[in-house]
Nanobody, 120 residues
Framework: QVQLVESGGGSVTTGESLKLSCKFS?????MGWFRQAPGKEREYVAG????????YYGDFARGRFAISRDDAKNTLYLQMNSLKPEDTAVYFC????????????????WGQGTQVTVSS
């Protein structure tokens, strides 16, 4: 069982930045971030392969968000810049043991989420 614990969410104003962290239990995983805004479907944000060689972003995230991982610290990150009110959502850390360099959108393990609120 993989344990994922997100942190770093909060309330900011338009144009500010936040960095989310996800501490995961030992092991190597393909990891990513999803988000869900009130009344909307869950949305893919970004993913990074186990090797770290392959990174993918949702269209809205490309150019503003950056996913990274530090396996020595068992931590996944999401740096979010130039935040907009439409980025307001609960952000979920996800993980899967699958070894792949391709885009993955289905993950076995999900964290509890961390709230990000962006006001105008």
């Amino acid at each position: 069982q993989v344990q994922l614990v997100e942190s770093g969410g909060g309330s900011v104003t338009t144009g500010e930045s936040l960095k989310l962290s996800c501490k995961f239990s030992g092991g190597r995983y393909y990891m990513g971030w999803f988000r869900q805004a009130p009344g909307k479907e869950r949305e893919y944000v970004a993913g990074i392969s186990r090797s770290g060689n392959s990174i993918y972003y949702g269209d809205f995230a490309r150019g503003r968000f950056a996913i990274s991982r530090d396996d020595a610290k068992n931590t996944l990150y999401l740096q979010m810049n130039s935040l907009k009110p439409e980025d307001t959502a609960v952000y979920f850390c996800v993980a899967d043991p699958l070894t792949s360099e391709h885009l993955m959108v289905h993950f076995d393990y999900w964290g509890q989420g961390t709230q990000v609120t962006v006001s105008s």
